[in-house]
Nanobody
C-alpha cells in the first residue's frame, strides 16, 4: 500500500518561508514521480512542483518558479518543498501525490495521495 504523509504547513507572513515534507512508503521511491499540489478555497487543485529522484527531473508551475524548490532525500524516502518569498496567494492546502512512472508531467494521473497540510500566508 502506497502511503504519503505531508507535514510542515503553518501560518507565515508575506515574504516568509516554509518547508514542507512528504514521507513516502510502499513504492520504489527513486523511480517514482512525487508531486506537490495545492488547492485554495474556492479554486481548483493545481500542480505546484514535481520531482523524479533517479533523474533529478523537476517541473514547477509558473507562479512559483524562482521561489519554490522541490528536492528529495532517497535515504529518508522524503520529498521536500522549500517555499520562499511566500505571498498571500500561496495560501492553500498542499498535498503530495505519487505516480509509479518516472515522469513529471501535469498530464500524469497521480493515483496515490497524502492528506493535506495547510499553508496560510498573511499579508
Amino acid at each position: 500500500e502506497v502511503q504519503l504523509q505531508a507535514s510542515g504547513g503553518g501560518l507565515v507572513q508575506s515574504g516568509g518561508s516554509l518547508k514542507l515534507s512528504c514521507k513516502v512508503s510502499g513504492l520504489t521511491f527513486e523511480n517514482s514521480a512525487i508531486a506537490w499540489f495545492r488547492q485554495a478555497p474556492g479554486k481548483e487543485r493545481e500542480g505546484v512542483a514535481c520531482i523524479v529522484s533517479v533523474s533529478d527531473d523537476t517541473i514547477y508551475t509558473e507562479s512559483v518558479k524562482g521561489r519554490f524548490t522541490v528536492s528529495s532525500d532517497n535515504a529518508k524516502s522524503t520529498v521536500y518543498l522549500q517555499m520562499s518569498d511566500l505571498k498571500p496567494e500561496d495560501t492553500a492546502v498542499y498535498y503530495c501525490a505519487a505516480d509509479w512512472a518516472p515522469l513529471c508531467s501535469w498530464y500524469v494521473k497521480f493515483d496515490s495521495w497524502g492528506q493535506g497540510t495547510l499553508v496560510t500566508v498573511s499579508s
